[in-house]
């Protein structure tokens, strides 16, 4: 079973948090589909965190298909997070190495280029929310 | 139903007041943080909500019924007042018991199962506990008689860390237990956007600021552009706090619109950078900002 | 309620009755042996028998026998005091001195259910002790009483009959409101004190003597006329001789009973000198009425107080 933690420092809010923990646990083995996710109250219990954060991460995986909330039983996993095929990681790769050009020719040094990148997905992600 | 709804509360003792313009509607199964500086009307509030004190002016209802007047009143709302008073010379049990004993709803299993599961003796007098037992004690004796509402008063404050988690691991699990609304204050915002969902903030005896915190963070932005640049095509409501630099400005505001301006550039303001922020608004008398009332009057 | 009240007041309860105990043993022992010194030294019988005044041999030897226990009888108007100090005073003011009315009056029930029904429980063991004590003192005190005739005086009169009782609710009830209105068991106590002895002092001093007008009595004091009003508050006693005021025993030097006089010389000297006795007084047979005119007052008293502290309670506190 996943076991959650918040981390202060991500500058991540909590839901998002938990939604990236279980992302994570699919991709690397760690929760297969029919496991079932923490109770609410097993991780509000744990974490001291609103019950409404958990209830928000549970329903926004379930938009994205990765798991699906069975009443009276529990949440469950239902989706392994498949990796891209290997054409997209290719393709994107190229893409990212041209955006790199071009942030360095306009003078972003290496820590710039990486606290962009952090930024952008932090605004990205709660937009996504909003 | 709300589980607490308030208009034009005050409360005035000779001269001062401590609290006043309380206009306030809580929905039910939030968690409320109540926050802002010592002597900001924290305490005056949730004992005017539990009954303790009587209004100056203006109304209060608790689940829709006067505080502290009936006993379905009484039964149906609990609290937990700062540092957790009880009486030293009564062991552990015989504290529960005073709630079996005054209240028309009780649980016993639950408040014993709940104590031995915290390790808490029935038979220690409550004078020889730790500040976090007692702050445990103070919580079951509150929810024993399985109330709709609790409010806490700084129930927090004076425990160490890993007191301070328990205690609020406890309060937590039992809200989602029995689907509590929590009225919970503190002079402390760090534990804020982790276990509230709604947000009471004030200063010098006024709301200031009050709503979902969800609503809350997405009403307002942080802006940052050029020095001396017009804010006209930004999108600003209400600017709360400015600060310059020769060639900076950055403006946390209430947004009315998106920032059409590209030179300025948005991001999202951090629950605790905004409860500083109106924290530390100059001191001018005004209606306070409920931003779910202003959504509505937009809609 | 009922358990609370006896789980935070028992060692207050148990206190009261073991001081009950005590002074009902040491009332009850001495109390007996003063009955039976009272009948066998033949006082009791004396007394039945003839006037006050030719009873006086034995009741000075009876009096002079139990002088250190009559000593101690002013001490005992401290108790109704002590039930006020240490339980009226705390009972509101223990728990607004510790903030614990917080935890206790948002239970389930109302601060004022919580109020009544303690000064129920309260009122009713005090009831319960100060009648036992006020029967047992004024059984102790009944010999004495009759032998010195002392029994409307003030400072005995306080001490029997009903007002011990009428004392005691006073006290508590001043106890109650000043931890009420001043929130600390310590201040508290100290106002009732003042305010007890005042109040005491203030009633018994000035107050008492005008229930009622007294009597005023002018009379002839011929040989075989109880001067004595035993058992009356006396005002005042006055002689005169033609007029003129004199000391009282100079009825005894001018006509003096010696033995060869007779009830008729002396009779026939007194009216000679004009001697007239004018008295002030409260009769005995007023004794019961003034008992309780000022049962009645103190009771009074308490209820006003009692009356203030439910208002206090209800719209002042917090």
Redesign the interface.
Known sequence: MIEFY?DRSSGL??YLQLMQQVRQALRVGLAEPGEQLPT??EV??????????VLKAYRGLEYEGLVEARPGLGTFVVDSLVAPPPGTHARLRRGLRRWLDEAQAAGLDDASIVGFVS?TL??AA?ERV? | MNALAAHGLGKRYGEHWALRNCSLEVPAGR?VGLVGPNGAGKTTLL?LA?????PSTGTIEVLGLAP????EA??R???V???A???PD?TVG?TL???R????RWNQDWAERRLAGLSIPLEKPVGQLSGGQRAQV?LV??LG?QPELVLLDEPVARLDPLAR?EF??S???A???HGLTVVLSSHLIS?L?????FLILLRDAEVRLSGAIDDLV?RHRLLVGPRGRSTAGAGIARTIRESHTDKQSTLLVETAGPVGDPAWES??VDLEELVLAYLGEPNEPRRPVDVLHRVEARA | ?S??IY??HRQQALSGAATLALLALFLGLTGMHMSAVFHNSGLAHCLGAHQHGDCSDIESSFESRFSTLRQLVPFLMVLPLLLGLFWGAPLVARELE??????????????LRWFSTKLAALVAVTLALTATYAVLISWWLGPLDRSTGDRFQPGIFDQQGALPIAYALFALALGIAAGTIVRKTMSAMAATLVGFVTLRLLIAGVVRRHYLAPVSKTYVPLPGIDTSHAGAWVFSQQTTEAGHTVAPFTIGSVCPATKTSTTATLDRCVRAHSFLEHDVFQPAGRYWLFQGIESAVYVGLALALLAVTVWWIK?RI?
């Open positions: 918040l809010s909590p609410v109250r509000v219990a744990k974490l001291a965190i609103n019950p409404n954060t930024s932090r605004d709660e909003a | 968690v004992q539990v009954g303790l004190l009587a502290g007047k009936s006993r009484l039964a709302v609990g609290f007042a700062q540092d008073p009880l009486y009564f015989e018991t005073i709630g004993r005054l209240n028309e103070a004796l509150a008689k988690r609020l691991q309060l937590l699990d809200a989602v237990e534990d956007e982790r276990t509230c969902d997405e991001h999202v | 309620m358990w609370l789980r935070q510790h903030d614990t009315q917080q935890m206790i009056w948002t239970q389930g029930v109302t601060r719209k917090a």
